[in-house]
C-alpha cells in the first residue's frame, strides 16, 4: 500500500478535472481526496496498491481536451490505515 500527495499545476480548475480524477479513481481502485486551492491549483492524496497508484497518476497526468497539465507535484507519504478511508472524495 503506498500514498501520494500530489499537486496539479495547469489548466486544472473550472473544467471538471476534480470529478475527472474521481472517475479514474474509482476505475482504478484508489482511495483518497482531492481539492481546488485559492492559488489555481488542484492539490489530492491518492492511496492503493503501487500499480494502481502508478497507474492513477499516469492517467491524471495526460489531462484531457480541457484539462492541460503543465506540471504533476508527486510526493511519497505514509499510507492511511485502511479503515481511515474506503473512497476517493472531492473536498470543498
Known amino acids: ?11 486544472v480548475q473550472g473544467v471538471g478535472f476534480r470529478y475527472i480524477c474521481q472517475s479514474i479513481a474509482s476505475e482504478y481502485k484508489v ?7 485559492f492559488d489555481g491549483t488542484v492539490e489530492m492524496e491518492v492511496q492503493g496498491a503501487p500499480h494502481r497508484v502508478d497507474a492513477y497518476v499516469e492517467k491524471v497526468r495526460k489531462g484531457n481536451r ?4 503543465n506540471r504533476l507535484d508527486v510526493v511519497d507519504i505514509p499510507p492511511l490505515r485502511a479503515l481511515e478511508e474506503k473512497s476517493f472524495r472531492i473536498r470543498f
Not at 31 to 37: A, E, F, Q, R
Not at 66 to 69: A, D, L, Q
Open 1 to 11: 500500500m503506498v500514498r501520494k500527495h500530489i499537486i496539479a499545476r495547469g489548466r
Open 31 to 37: 482511495t483518497g481526496w482531492i481539492k481546488n486551492n
Open 66 to 69: 480541457f484539462v492541460k497539465i
